[in-house]
């Protein structure tokens, strides 16, 4: 018989944008739809905090330095 799989909770997403202005209004819009979201200024941090933890989802600026 199938069953449904217990919820995990919220989807983590890990979102990467040196635009700070930018960084804090996709967070928000995020954050506000049911996502859990980190955000981080640049790709070290990103890379540092992928090293320790999961996400669902990574969410990445192409045009970053």
């Known amino acids: 018989m199938w069953s449904m799989p217990a919820p ?3 989807t ?3 979102l990467v944008d040196d635009s700070p202005s930018l960084l804090a209004q ?3 819009l995020l954050s506000e ?3 859990e979201v980190t955000g981080v200024n640049d790709g070290a941090e990103a ?3 992928l090293k320790c933890r999961s996400f669902d989802v990574v969410v ?3 045009h970053m330095p």
């Open 60 to 62: 990445s600026d192409l």
């Open 33 to 35: 739809r049911g996502f």
């Open 47 to 49: 890379l540092a905090l």
């Open 8 to 10: 995990r909770g919220p």
């Open 12 to 14: 983590q997403v890990l």
């Open 26 to 28: 996709m967070c928000d």
